[in-house]
Each structure stands twice: as structure tokens, then as C-alpha cells.
């Protein structure tokens, strides 16, 4: 048995928690905050049997998608801020465990 963690972006979490419970794995979600540019991430926990891992890893990468953000940056060079950066938010961060005791009761 193995325990997910996936970080995902909060615009992406409708998408990927609709699609895994239509596929029957179920997840709890803990909000969650980015250390970089502080936006809100979900983390979700699930649960899955080793076989079913891979199909459970390729829901959450069809349903999280990468995008471009511009977030201000704080340098002023003479009387002018610098430029916006931009960054690449969205996708997945997943993290696999092995679990050694599941209990439901």
C-alpha cells in the first residue's frame, strides 16, 4: 500500500479531486501555502493499493497544468520598480510512501 502526497495548485484541486473520485480513490485535502510566491496549494492524501499508484499519478498530471504568472518584484533600480517576473505556477509536487498499517474504522 502506498500513501500519496500531491501538492497542487488551488485553481487545479476541483479538476483533480472530481477526477480521482469518479475513478474511486478517495483523498483528504489539507490547505496548504507555497514557501516562493505564498499562494494557496492543496495537499491531498491518498491512499492507494501498489497497483493502483501509476493510474492514481496519471489522473492528478492530466488534471494539473503548468501557466505563466507575472509577480512583482521589489528591487527599484533609480525612481523605477523593477519589472515583474515571470514564473511558471501549476502542475504537481507528488511525494510516494510506503505505508505500513492502514486502519478505517
Same mark, same amino acid.
Request: aromatic share 8%; hydrophobic share 35%.
Given at each position: 500500500?502506498?500513501?500519496?502526497? /500531491?501538492?497542487?495548485?488551488?485553481?487545479?484541486?476541483?479538476?483533480?479531486?472530481? /477526477?480521482?473520485?469518479?475513478?474511486?480513490?478517495?483523498?483528504?485535502?489539507?490547505?496548504?501555502?507555497?514557501?516562493?510566491?505564498?499562494?494557496? #496549494?492543496?495537499?491531498?492524501?491518498? =491512499?492507494?493499493?501498489?497497483?493502483?499508484?501509476?493510474? =492514481?499519478?496519471?489522473?492528478?498530471?492530466?488534471? =494539473?497544468?503548468?501557466?505563466?504568472?507575472?509577480?512583482?518584484?521589489?528591487?527599484?533600480?533609480? #525612481?523605477?520598480?523593477?519589472?515583474?517576473?515571470?514564473?511558471?505556477?501549476?502542475?504537481?509536487?507528488?511525494?510516494?510512501?510506503?505505508?505500513?498499517?492502514?486502519?478505517?474504522?
Amino acid at each position: 500500500m502506498k500513501l500519496i502526497f /500531491a501538492v497542487i495548485n488551488d485553481d487545479d484541486f476541483r479538476g483533480v479531486s472530481d /477526477a480521482l473520485n469518479t475513478a474511486g480513490h478517495q483523498s483528504t485535502r489539507l490547505s496548504s501555502t507555497g514557501g516562493f510566491l505564498r499562494s494557496g #496549494n492543496s495537499t491531498l492524501l491518498i =491512499c492507494v493499493e501498489d497497483e493502483q499508484l501509476e493510474d =492514481c499519478i496519471e489522473i492528478i498530471k492530466h488534471n =494539473c497544468r503548468k501557466r505563466k504568472q507575472y509577480v512583482p518584484t521589489t528591487a527599484v533600480r533609480g #525612481n523605477f520598480a523593477a519589472r515583474p517576473l515571470e514564473v511558471t505556477i501549476g502542475g504537481a509536487t507528488i511525494f510516494v510512501t510506503d505505508v505500513d498499517r492502514f486502519e478505517k474504522f
